[in-house]
């Protein structure tokens, strides 16, 4: 059974960083949540940098972990009073991306910007929150815009794997409220095949027909499976040969406020590769996005 006790807001001090630390507070309240933690990391690396290249002396290291501190218990202090629920806050030195990963494995869920300070470096090397993905045994939450409310509308992928029956148990926890729209995209299988050697119309229509009456079914076995009961559940069989495209115009046509996606693979390379619907949606999505597992 899926359960949020526990949530860790990673932030550097950008705009949707602290969109995320507003939204976990506003899930942790809803939730009884008992423990809450915003977590800043100073950047081993670049303090090591300063003391090569300007003699930064120990006084002066203590000086931007103090000043951090200040800084988190602003923020902190300014989503309390926004929200009710008050946070802890942590400050560490060393590698940013260990440091949050270490941290998160003792939360149900990790909230992140989904940009962060540096745009330039993001581009470069990806993404701080596509990089702890690929990592993270963690559901993430990835936040886009800002937190006035709880959810009210999510778009959940759903391709009828475990990861999907994940992905929908989250929706149900974390936006109980909310309406959900389940979403599997389908092709009907060798079609492209099919096409390509110049198969009649007609024939390829029927094909279609009979692989939706098949995802339908399909879909309805998979709410059974899920154990959810509640009103407000919509659902969407639609044939697409692009299913990141299909599922961003979907979330763009509803007015999605999240979109949930499992992730996917249990292979080495899968692991380190994100799927391709996966980081399509981080990258795309006009709204938040979390990555269930």
């Not at 103090?66 to 902190?76: G, H, K, P, T, V």
């Not at 009710?84 to 494995?105: K, P, W």
């Not at 596509?130 to 993430?140: A, V």
Request: hydrophobic residues 45%; negative net charge.
């Amino acid at each position: 059974m899926i359960r949020i006790q526990s949530i860790l807001a990673a932030t550097d001090f950008s705009v949707d960083a602290q969109y995320a630390a507003e939204r976990a507070a506003i899930i942790a309240a809803a939730h009884e949540v008992s423990q809450g933690v915003i977590l800043h990391v100073l950047e081993s690396s670049w303090l090591d940098t300063l003391k090569h290249f300007v003699n930064l002396p120990v006084e002066a290291e203590r000086s931007l972990v103090i000043d951090a501190s200040r800084s988190l218990d602003q923020l902190i202090a300014k989503i309390q009073q926004q929200t009710g629920f008050t946070f802890e806050s942590r400050v560490c030195v060393g590698n940013v991306l260990d440091l949050i990963l270490q941290v998160a494995e003792n939360f149900d869920l990790l909230a992140l910007g989904a940009r962060g300070e540096n745009p330039l470096r993001d581009v470069t090397i990806g993404t701080t929150a596509e990089r702890l993905i690929r990592q993270s045994r963690k559901p993430i939450l990835v936040v886009r815009n800002e937190a006035k409310t709880t959810y009210q509308r999510v778009l959940v992928t759903v391709d009828f794997s475990p990861n999907s029956l994940t992905a929908f148990a989250y929706s149900n926890v974390i936006a109980p409220h909310s309406e959900i729209y389940l979403i599997h995209i389908f092709e009907a299988l060798f079609e492209g095949k099919m096409l390509y050697a110049g198969v009649r119309d007609e024939i390829i229509q029927e094909y279609r027909i009979n692989a939706r009456r098949e995802a339908e079914a399909e879909m309805r076995r998979f709410i059974e499976a899920s154990g959810v009961e509640r009103g407000n559940i919509y659902r969407f069989i639609e044939h697409g040969h692009h299913v990141p495209s299909k599922l961003l115009d979907k979330a763009r046509e509803i007015s999605a406020d999240l979109v949930i996606v499992g992730k996917h693979g249990k292979s080495l390379v899968e692991q380190l590769l994100l799927g391709s619907v996966t980081l399509h949606l981080l990258r795309e999505c006009p709204c938040d996005v979390l990555v269930a597992q």
